[in-house]
């Protein structure tokens, strides 16, 4: 096989053409068909009053605290004036991404961590905090539920069954590979402005998260606040919240909540370039995140050719 592109050419014409230069012309194709590619924002907005669990305190607050009036001042800085302000906010606020840490078993982290004083800190974990989350920059999938089952969003706290993905899967005709993230749609992301009726959201039933284990992803995400379908407890393991359990303290398998996933659905698309990078809170059990999915337009035939 050999590589084929406009810049190979160039390369080729300017007699410079080696290994080397075949990896800077793939590098400029690539490049240009990135900057081509259409861009989804998976990312909800931030906002005072935005959909959260009661349970995390103090809820989301942004504030000004210094102002343009309190920093203009002609004689010392010209007409220049500068504002900041202050965030509040549990870690699990809004879209984000969990830490590892964020989960136990038996009080035991992912790797027989223990629990221990050592590990868990008043100022947060020293081990698998969400410091320790590397970048995504891989496939994304797209198994929109909500589509399947014929409705504009799931019902009111639907536990979605190992039945129902298998069921989007093969209905969008889309095979799942290892190592990428598998996001889920229930259809309450467009109702994000309305904290009551997102707090009702669909999630994963017990059966559902096996399913995805057996997919080998490296994350997985939603449109909800929890994953998993609220109040849902696994006959075998008792637990609640199963996929926390079972993906995340159990596998290491990452979980993003909270994500926009309108957009991706109204245009049809369920496979992308999955790019995410979790803020570096140092021992925090999740990292806020603005998650993208790109669409990129390529064919093999452009690079390659036997």
Same mark, same amino acid.
Request: glycine share 6%; proline share 0%; net charge positive.
């Given at each position: 096989m050999s590589f084929q592109s406009p810049f190979r050419n160039m390369f080729a014409r300017e007699g410079i053409f080696s290994e080397a230069g075949a990896q800077a012309a793939l590098s400029m194709e690539l490049a240009m068909k990135i900057e081509e590619a259409k861009i989804y924002d998976l990312e909800q907005p931030r906002f005072a009053g935005m959909p959260a669990f009661p349970v995390l305190t103090p809820q989301y607050h942004y504030g000004l605290h210094r102002r343009h009036a309190d920093t203009y001042n002609p004689a010392q800085s010209g007409p220049r004036s500068g504002a900041t302000g202050a965030i509040l906010a549990p870690d699990h606020s809004g879209t984000h991404v969990d830490a590892i840490?964020?989960? /136990?078993?038996? +009080?035991k982290l992912m790797g027989q961590v223990a629990v221990a004083p050592g590990v868990e800190t008043p100022s947060g974990f020293t081990q698998l905090g969400a410091e320790t989350i590397a970048p995504f920059v891989t496939q994304g999938f797209l198994l929109d539920v909500a589509h399947f089952k014929g409705a504009p969003a799931l019902a009111e706290n639907y536990a979605i069954t190992a039945e129902d993905l298998e069921g989007a899967m093969k209905a969008q005709g889309r095979l799942l590979m290892p190592g990428g993230v598998i996001l889920i749609r229930t259809g309450y992301g467009q109702f994000w402005n309305d904290a009551a009726k997102y707090a009702q959201a669909a999630g994963l039933a017990p059966d559902a998260n096996r399913w995805i284990l057996a997919k080998h992803p490296r994350a997985v995400g939603a449109d909800n606040l929890a994953w998993d379908a609220p109040g849902v407890r696994d006959e075998t393991t008792g637990a609640t919240l199963f996929g926390h359990l079972e993906l995340l /303290?159990?596998?290491g398998i990452y979980i993003f909540e909270n994500l926009n996933l309108e957009e991706l659905a109204a245009q049809h698309v369920d496979h992308f370039l999955f790019l995410a990078a979790p803020l &570096? +809170? &140092?021992? /925090?059990t999740a990292a806020p995140v603005r998650p993208l999915a790109l669409e990129i337009q390529m064919q093999s035939s452009e690079f390659m050719q036997p």
């Open positions: 840490c964020h989960q /136990a078993d038996e +009080l /303290a159990r596998n &570096k +809170l &140092k021992g /925090a």
